[in-house]
């Protein structure tokens, strides 16, 4: 071929790649569930919208749970009125019924007083892994209700945990109800309440140590109580334990089909301990806790929607919560079904999925509160441009609008957050607050969502302490008129006040 020949070949194709580049969408061209991209004049003007202010959003946030505070009753209860109706960072309730944790906050009141523990369950995917999220959590609730040490954990544990190092050796064998190809599965569906299990045969042992990790808090560091939940177990079972110096004794069970709570109370905290078991029987969980209180146990599920618990034996699952006085059970799912969302059916086909795991926690756990999170915000890449992944925004509010038609309530993450673009910004953040996947949040903002989350439901308890200590002549049904008072009379009614209050930090850590 002629030099002149092949430079105009060169030369069309430049041309004609010029042109694409002109007139091809930003957009990009779908086919289907495909979409075709190619580097575009258009692409190329548009600028990387920014996110929100991550330092704004964060200051915003703790700024909500501020009040004006006064010697007025009017003023306080403005003050949670607005919170609970305006304020993006509220939990969610259904029917905007005030009085849903109201029973929940009186036992938790009472649990020092009987001497009792009542526990949290709060099962979620990876962004609660090494007890992220949970342990703030567990920490502001303890310091308000009472309790201490990591709380649950199971006997075999793959993911390292920062709240509690532990090991195990002997006859135990693992069987979970979710995972990858490499999981062994069980030949029943009795995995207990952390959806696995430990098969013991002959002797094992289960091992505990107090953690060092540098970003536990106080409270899990203080251990003096333990448990053991088991099931299936043979006739003669032992359980041992011995911790630090002290010596307990053993504990030998007759043979039983369904669950049973082995419990050691210990005269002093413990900063280490090995259990013994000898015998055949399911292991579900171990349980190291403190004084009388509140438990928050904390389930990670890597890669689940939460949609795997109608699975589980639901007797097992009964008699293992009422065991354990389990009276509160959170449900923090959603990131890992985006992948899988393409249109409205799909996200409602999820919608049905959860709705019959609600409904089954509901007959295996009557006596708990639900509580639903959302996902947080997801980073995707679009045409070079990081963006939150399509269709999560309509996710969360349908997940939002299917826990109060459930009766549920639902705190929206994604929101808290920021929204959209929030990930981005997380990732940008000094120092970071998510990791360079733009899904998973860094301890620090795991850290800053679990307070976040702890603030919110507390101020719920402080409004309770508000009602309990309301006027005796202050009939309900005033109290009700005034908390769905129209928004117009609302705002008459501040533009009345004259006197001036001082902000003060209504939210006491």
Same mark, same amino acid.
């Given at each position: 071929?002629?030099?002149?020949?092949?430079?105009?070949?060169?030369?069309?194709?430049?041309?004609?790649?010029?042109?694409?580049?002109?007139?091809?969408? /930003?957009?990009?061209?779908?086919?289907?569930?495909?979409?075709?991209?190619?580097?575009?004049?258009?692409?190329?003007?548009?600028?990387?919208?920014?996110?929100?202010?991550?330092?704004?959003?964060?200051?915003?946030?703790?700024?909500?749970?501020?009040?004006?505070?006064?010697?007025?009753?009017?003023?306080?209860?403005?003050?949670?009125?607005?919170?609970?109706?305006?304020?993006?960072?509220?939990?969610?309730?259904?029917?905007?019924?005030?009085?849903?944790?109201?029973?929940?906050?009186?036992?938790?009141?009472?649990?020092?007083?009987?001497?009792?523990?009542?526990?949290?369950?709060?099962?979620?995917?990876?962004?609660?892994?090494?007890?992220?999220?949970?342990?703030?959590?567990?920490?502001?609730?303890?310091?308000?209700?009472?309790?201490?040490?990591?709380?649950?954990?199971?006997?075999?544990?793959?993911?390292?945990?920062?709240?509690?190092?532990?090991?195990?050796?002997?006859?135990?064998?693992?069987?979970?109800?979710?995972?990858?190809?490499?999981?062994?599965?069980?030949?029943?569906?009795?995995?207990?309440?952390?959806?696995?299990?430990?098969?013991?045969?002959?002797?094992?042992?289960?091992?505990?140590?107090?953690?060092?990790?540098?970003?536990?808090?106080?409270?899990?560091?203080?251990?003096?109580?333990?448990?053991?939940?088991?099931?299936?177990?043979?006739?003669?079972?032992?359980?041992?334990?011995?911790?630090?110096?002290?010596?307990?004794?053993?504990?030998?069970?007759? /043979?039983?089909?369904?669950?049973?709570?082995?419990?050691?109370?210990?005269?002093?905290?413990?900063?280490?301990?090995?259990?013994?078991?000898?015998?055949?029987?399911?292991?579900?969980?171990?349980?190291?806790?403190?004084?009388?209180?509140?438990?928050?146990?904390?389930?990670?599920?890597?890669?689940?929607?939460?949609?795997?618990?109608?699975?589980?034996?639901?007797?097992?699952?009964?008699?293992?919560?009422?065991?354990?006085?389990?009276?509160?059970?959170?449900?923090?799912?959603?990131?890992?079904?985006?992948?899988?969302?393409?249109?409205?059916?799909?996200?409602?086909?999820?919608?049905?999925?959860?709705?019959?795991?609600?409904?089954?926690?509901?007959?295996?756990?009557?006596?708990?509160?639900?509580?639903?999170?959302?996902?947080?915000?997801?980073?995707?890449?679009?045409?070079?441009?990081?963006?939150?992944?399509?269709?999560?925004?309509?996710?969360?509010?349908?997940?939002?609008?299917?826990?109060?038609?459930?009766?549920?309530?639902?705190?929206?993450?994604?929101?808290?957050?920021?929204?959209?673009?929030?990930?981005?910004?997380?990732?940008?953040?000094?120092?970071?607050?998510?990791?360079?996947?733009?899904?998973?949040?860094?301890?620090?903002?795991?850290?800053?969502?679990?307070?976040?989350?702890?603030?919110?439901?507390?101020?719920?308890?402080?409004?309770?302490?508000?009602?309990?200590?309301?006027?005796?002549?202050?009939?309900?049904?005033?109290?009700?008129?005034?908390?769905?008072?129209?928004?117009?009379?609302?705002?008459?009614?501040?533009?009345?006040?004259?006197?001036?209050?001082?902000?003060?930090?209504?939210?006491?850590?």
């Amino acid at each position: 071929m002629k030099a002149s020949r092949t430079l105009l070949f060169i030369l069309s194709v430049f041309l004609l790649l010029g042109i694409a580049w002109f007139a091809f969408p /930003a957009e990009g061209v779908a086919l289907g569930r495909l979409e075709l991209r190619f580097p575009s004049y258009a692409q190329d003007k548009m600028g990387e919208e920014e996110g929100p202010d991550v330092d704004a959003i964060l200051n915003e946030v703790s700024k909500s749970f501020e009040m004006t505070c006064s010697e007025t009753l009017l003023d306080s209860l403005t003050f949670f009125r607005d919170y609970l109706t305006l304020n993006p960072n509220r939990i969610y309730l259904p029917n905007d019924d005030y009085s849903y944790f109201d029973d929940l906050f009186q036992l938790l009141e009472q649990a020092v007083k009987q001497h009792k523990t009542y526990r949290v369950m709060h099962y979620g995917d990876s962004q609660i892994e090494m007890d992220r999220i949970t342990s703030v959590l567990r920490q502001r609730m303890q310091e308000r209700f009472g309790g201490s040490g990591p709380n649950m954990i199971p006997a075999i544990q793959r993911v390292a945990s920062m709240s509690i190092s532990q090991s195990y050796s002997g006859g135990l064998t693992r069987y979970t109800m979710y995972g990858d190809s490499t999981t062994r599965r069980a030949p029943h569906n009795r995995y207990g309440v952390m959806t696995q299990f430990s098969q013991s045969g002959g002797s094992a042992t289960i091992s505990f140590t107090k953690t060092r990790h540098s970003k536990a808090l106080e409270n899990v560091k203080e251990i003096s109580s333990v448990s053991v939940l088991i099931g299936n177990n043979s006739e003669g079972f032992k359980a041992t334990l011995k911790a630090d110096t002290l010596k307990t004794e053993p504990i030998v069970c007759a /043979a039983k089909k369904g669950v049973s709570l082995i419990h050691w109370d210990l005269p002093a905290q413990v900063g280490k301990g090995t259990i013994t078991l000898q015998g055949s029987a399911e292991v579900y969980a171990v349980l190291l806790d403190g004084d009388a209180g509140v438990a928050v146990d904390n389930v990670p599920l890597r890669g689940c929607s939460g949609t795997i618990f109608t699975r589980g034996n639901k007797e097992v699952m009964q008699e293992s919560f009422e065991l354990m006085d389990t009276r509160m059970i959170i449900l923090q799912f959603g990131g890992n079904r985006m992948p899988s969302i393409y249109n409205t059916k799909s996200v409602t086909n999820y919608m049905a999925e959860l709705e019959k795991q609600i409904n089954y926690f509901k007959e295996v756990a009557p006596q708990a509160t639900l509580l639903f999170i959302g996902p947080a915000d997801m980073g995707k890449s679009y045409n070079g441009k990081m963006g939150t992944w399509k269709g999560l925004p309509e996710l969360n509010d349908s997940l939002r609008s299917m826990a109060l038609h459930n009766d549920v309530a639902y705190w929206d993450m994604f929101h808290v957050m920021g929204g959209e673009g929030s990930m981005a910004q997380y990732v940008k953040h000094n120092p970071p607050l998510a990791g360079p996947d733009y899904i998973h949040f860094t301890t620090l903002g795991a850290q800053e969502i679990g307070d976040d989350l702890a603030k919110s439901f507390l101020t719920y308890y402080d409004f309770y302490k508000l009602r309990q200590d309301l006027p005796d002549e202050l009939p309900a049904d005033s109290l009700y008129g005034f908390m769905h008072k129209d928004r117009e009379l609302i705002e008459k009614e501040k533009a009345l006040r004259s006197r001036k209050f001082e902000p003060t930090q209504y939210y006491l850590p």
